[in-house]
């Protein structure tokens, strides 16, 4: 029976790199492997063909003969390299689906890392900016004290599983392959304990709300994390434990917005003032300062004020302060008051185009759309 080609058994080109044939063989013999299959000698045939694709193509040498010279560069009997002389079945699939499978893992008999946990932190921006210490409570598991973590009731100590030799895995015999599973006597910890803690209940930790004392920097946004090594769940069996990390939320101002190392705000601006000119308070988050409000301005003018912003957490210049104006109509108004806009208005006549520049720009620029659209 002529050999089919070992590129398109696995589907991929000549060029395909190996992490590609890799995945391509991975894909073809979960569709065809034995145990999905056990009543169609169609799918363990091409199982196989598959594997023996993936020895020659994964070889460097014999993927250089088979390209060269076909089946014949690498079938043992007309002197190539072929067959399965650099492994078998079982070493292939181990290195293919090993972590699907439980090959190749490492035993938990041993000690353990404890995890690691996540605390978010909500603050205002003013403690985000100068920087603060803040305590929390955090539910952990901890070590348990009566029995020093090993789970087994003070006076005794675990024994070594049976099943496993207190590996925790066991190998067993699937056909052609060898497979390496998580022990069910111990559940992969590679110890029974007979005479569990009544504290802990033969977990070897137990769960505790603790105080931590955490210091916040100067300078930290959203999304920085604070690290406070060790503070995480107890490790198992003697292992460490892990870390905590506090996520840092800034809290919604009412006054100022913070982009980076830079604060926004809105400064409402009286008619009169924008229009000729005056002097007002603003907010900074280290106190008031005066500004000067030059005559004609007009919403939307940003006023810049350096240094007042945000020092970088990591380093650098610190940021400024950007006030936009705002210009308030006057509300309200009396019957004097109104009389006087009147006065205004009418002493403006036809200067008042001049004396509106964006007004008449924003007219013109209408005037003109509409004219480009009829001609």
Known sequence: MEKRDYYEILGVDKGTDEKEIKKAYRRVAMKYHPDRNPDDPEADHKFKEATEA?????DPEKRAAYDRFGHAGVDPQMGGGGGFGGGSFSDIFGDVFGDIF??????????????????????TLEDAV????????VPN??????????????GSKP?????????????????????????PACR????????????CHGQGRVEKTRTLSVKVPPGVDTGDRIRLTGEGEAGLKGGPPGDLFVQISVKQHSIFERDGKHLYCEVPISFVDAALGGEMEVPTLGGRVKLKIPAETQTGKLFRLRGKGVKPVRGGAVGDLLCRAVVETPVNLTKRQRELLVELGETLGEDGKRQSPRQQSWFEGVKNFFEDMTS
């Open 188 to 199: 992969g910890q590679g110890q029974i304990i007979s005479d569990p803690c009544n504290s």
């Open 159 to 183: 024994q070594n599983c049976g099943t496993c030799g207190g590996v925790g895995q066991v190998r067993m015999q699937q056909g052609l392959f060898q497979v390496q599973q998580t022990c």
């Open 54 to 58: 993936y020895d020659v193509l994964m």
């Open 102 to 123: 439980g090959g190749g893992g490492r035993s938990r008999s041993g000690p353990q890392r404890g995890s690691d946990l996540r605390y978010t932190l909500d603050i």
């Open 141 to 154: 598991l901890v070590e348990c004290e009566p029995c020093d973590g090993t789970g087994a009731r003070p």
């Open 130 to 137: 100068h920087g603060t210490t803040v305590e929390i409570r």
